[in-house]
Structures are given as C-alpha cells and as structure tokens.
C-alpha cells in the first residue's frame, strides 16, 4: 500500500478511536451525572428527602456546594464532546458556543467548591481541604486559560489548557471511579467514613494531579523545544 494512503488510513483510525473512547466516557460517567444533578437541583430547592451532612445553615456555602454539582455533573458530559475533532471541524460556531459556556461553568463550578470549603471545610478534614482546594484552584486556573487563550486566536495554548481542563474537569467522576474500584479490589482497605484513612489521604490528590502529570508528559513529547514548551505554559 502506497505510504500516503497508509497514513491518512492510519490517522483516521485514531480518529475514530479517539472519538469512540471519549463517547465511552460519556457513558461511562453518565450515572453520576444524573445523581449529580438530581442530587444538586434537590439541594439548591431545599427539597432534600432526607438530611445531608454537606447541607447547613449557611446559604452561601449550601449555594456553593449544590451550585458545584449541578454545574460540575453538565460540564462533566459536555467536556467530552469538545475533543471529538469531525465535531470541532464540521461545526466549528457550536464547538465555540459549547466552550465558552462549558469554560464558564467551570469556573463557578470551581468557585462554588471553594467558598464551601472556606465557609464550612471538608468531611476529611486539612488534607482533604488542601487537595481539594488545589483542584479548585487548577480548575479555576484552566477555565480561564483555556477561555483566554481561545479568545486571541493562540490554537496550540487553547488546546493545551483545554486538554488540562478536560482531566480536571472528569475528576469529580474518576474520584468515584477509584473509591469504586479500590472497594471492589480490597473491600475498603485504609478507607474510613471520615476519610481519613491511607487510601483517603492519597486519593485527596491521586483523582487529578497524576492525570495532569500525564498531560504534561504528553505535551513535552509532542512539543519537544524548551521554546515549544514555554509557549504551552503562556
């Protein structure tokens, strides 16, 4: 077979394949997108069934938390449908709509996440504060980069920001994802219902840091000048 073909056959292949795997994540991660957003509309309307220990006094915090999952459980299906490319290039205008409210939402999703950690604290106590206070932060962070970099027309820093936003934004969901796998493998070992046991303390940080270390890997293979590099960073 004649190389030119050979390549556009195999570009399409992954094509393909990368659009199927982000489909799969869809529906992989739609379970927890409906209890999300049942369990977020339900807090923000105070028509909980029963007591939660996340609900309080607070109005601004209850705002904060509920508002954070509502928003993050539609993020979390939109943000697939952004990287699947035939979509980007044949429907270019709802490709930029998409984004610009999926960037947005992001961004209250992750300030909604901060005010309640400030006003009320996590079940986990500092460690599970400081972690996710972290993810927040880098949420918030790619939001607003991947948002700005679009704006000015820089592609290469778009997309870069957009690929970081993509892992934080299934963080919410790979969290469960790990908690759910952990449970089946080891039936809750150093876990405990403060969350504070080994596997709590890691999994503050292990649902996103390594998935961003992964892209940032990623980034230096494709983009292998210090120059290149810097310029993603921008």
């Known amino acids: 077979m ?3 073909i050979a390549a556009i056959l195999a570009i399409m292949g ?9 489909l799969l994540v869809m529906l992989l991660a739609a379970p927890f997108v409906f209890y999300a957003a049942d369990f977020g509309r339900d807090g923000l309307r105070g028509t909980m069934d029963a007591p939660h220990y996340l609900f309080s006094a607070s109005a601004p915090a209850n705002a904060g938390i509920f508002s954070h999952m509502l928003l993050g459980a539609a993020i979390t299906l939109l943000v697939p449908l952004q990287l699947i490319r035939p979509l980007r290039v044949r429907l270019p205008a709802l490709h930029r709509w998409t984004g610009r409210l ?3 939402a992001a961004g209250i999703t992750a300030l909604g996440g901060l005010v309640y950690i400030a006003l009320r604290g996590t079940i986990g106590g500092a460690v599970m504060d400081a972690g996710f206070t972290l993810y927040g932060a880098l949420m918030l962070l790619a939001a607003v980069q991947t948002y700005r970099h679009a704006r000015a027309r820089r592609i290469a820093q778009h997309n ?13 969901w790979l969290y469960r994802v790990h908690y759910g796998l952990w449970y ?4 809750g070992l150093w876990s405990t219902p403060e ?10 940080f292990a649902f996103y840091l390594p998935y961003l270390i992964g892209v940032e890997i990623y980034l230096r293979r494709r983009f292998p000048s ?3 590099r810097a310029k993603l960073r921008a």
Do not use: H, K
Request: aromatic share 16%; charged share 10%.
């Open 14 to 22: 992954r094509a393909y394949l990368q659009t199927g795997g982000l």
């Open 226 to 228: 210090p120059e290149g």
């Open 195 to 204: 969350f504070t046991g080994a596997f709590d303390l890691v999994q503050n």
């Open 160 to 172: 870069a920001w957009a690929l970081r936003l993509f892992w934080l934004v299934l963080g919410s």
């Open 102 to 104: 999926l960037t947005l």
């Open 2 to 4: 004649p190389w030119p």
């Open 184 to 187: 089946l493998a080891t039936d």
